[in-house]
């Protein structure tokens, strides 16, 4: 197995949980700063501003989906690596079945704004929920998959440090000290020597 794959993966399913909760949240408040616009009537000054917000709100979840499908990608091609060197379920992970519905609710959504005519304010919110919903659903799947080669990675044990943070790499944490970190005689011997010299000042 290649050095580094199980950091690489851990860190490509940290970036798209975070990349798809972060979309689930913008649909949310565009599909409220939607609602605010369609409740202003015409020619009234605050529904420039709620219109220029609603823009702004639509450029972000464009950006943000953007990002999703392109950590997606990368998260398709580490999950390869790994299952190379760990294997899969019979079936296949649920967390790339879990990216697909996603991208396959995603179309939906769309979708649903084009042919949803009886209400706007209906339209928006159906397509939030089934957005809200399409991220829920691959989070869970990512956390499923992340618990299964946890669980391969070392069985019956703790999974190996992370060079670079010291712990988990399924769940990085910052260093722990241990009992090591305290024996001065490993430690650089210019900074015994000050350590030394200081004693010696108290002393005196």
Avoid: C
């Avoid at 409740?39 to 953007?66: N, Q």
């Avoid at 990368?74 to 649920?94: F, I, K, Q, V």
């Amino acid at each position: 197995m290649p050095p580094g794959t199980v950091t690489d993966w851990a860190a490509a399913t940290r970036r798209l949980i975070s990349g798809a909760v972060a979309y689930g949240i913008v649909a949310v408040v565009g599909a409220v700063v939607s609602t605010a616009l369609l409740a202003i009537p015409d020619g009234e000054p605050a529904k420039s501003f709620w219109a220029v917000l609603g823009g702004l709100l639509g450029w972000v979840a464009l950006g943000t989906l953007a990002v999703v499908v392109l950590l997606s990608i990368a998260w398709l091609r580490a999950t390869g690596r790994m299952s190379r060197a760990y294997g899969a379920p019979a079936n296949g992970h649920l967390g790339i079945w879990a990216v697909v519905t996603f991208l396959v609710l995603l179309v939906v959504s769309f979708v649903l704004g084009i042919m949803v005519i009886v209400s706007a304010e209906l339209a928006v919110w159906a397509q939030a929920v089934v957005r809200v919903v399409a991220v829920v659903l691959l989070v869970a799947g990512l956390r499923h998959t992340r618990a299964w080669f946890r669980g391969r990675v070392n069985p019956g044990g703790a999974v190996g440090a992370d060079l670079v943070s010291g712990g988990d790499p399924f769940a990085p944490k910052g260093p722990t000290p241990t009992s090591d970190d305290w024996d001065a005689s490993s430690w650089d011997p210019d900074i015994q020597r000050d350590i030394d010299r200081r004693r010696g000042k108290l002393h005196d």
